[in-house]
Nanobody, 121 residues
Framework: VQLVESGGGLVQAGGSLRLSCAAS????????IAWFRQAPGKEREGVGC????????YLEASVRGRFTISTDNAKNTVYEQMNSLKPEATAVYYC???????????????WGQGTQVTVSS
């Protein structure tokens, strides 16, 4: 299983970025793809997620209304659109996949390498 994030960069406060998480190496139709972030000196925190079971998305309250999660099934990619960015959003953003590799098997977690988002004030 491989997760490759892209789309990070430097943006001014109030700007937008779209992060991509390209997933490969699994065929399960029962999985969740989540976005986490880790700011310097802080613990990693969840931002939002997508569930393949019902194609639902969830966003933490702190970003709801400004961030959205969408998918392109043909590209096996999950996106996180981030609007009205604030300096406190500066962090490394990670993609996480939570899935089974076989029917009835255990759930596994996989992480991407992360992409840096820097929001200047």
């Amino acid at each position: 299983v491989q997760l490759v994030e892209s789309g990070g960069g430097l943006v001014q406060a109030g700007g937008s970025l779209r992060l991509s998480c390209a997933a490969s190496g699994f065929t399960s139709d029962n999985y969740a793809i989540a976005w986490f972030r880790q700011a310097p000196g802080k613990e990693r925190e969840g931002v939002g997620c997508f569930s393949s079971i019902d194609s639902s998305t969830y966003l933490e309250a702190s970003v709801r209304g400004r961030f959205t999660i969408s998918t392109d099934n043909a590209k096996n990619t999950v996106y996180e659109q981030m609007n009205s960015l604030k300096p406190e959003a500066t962090a490394v953003y990670y993609c996480n996949a939570h899935l089974r590799l076989s029917v009835g098997g255990p759930m596994y977690n996989y992480w991407g390498q992360g992409t840096q988002v820097t929001v200047s004030s």
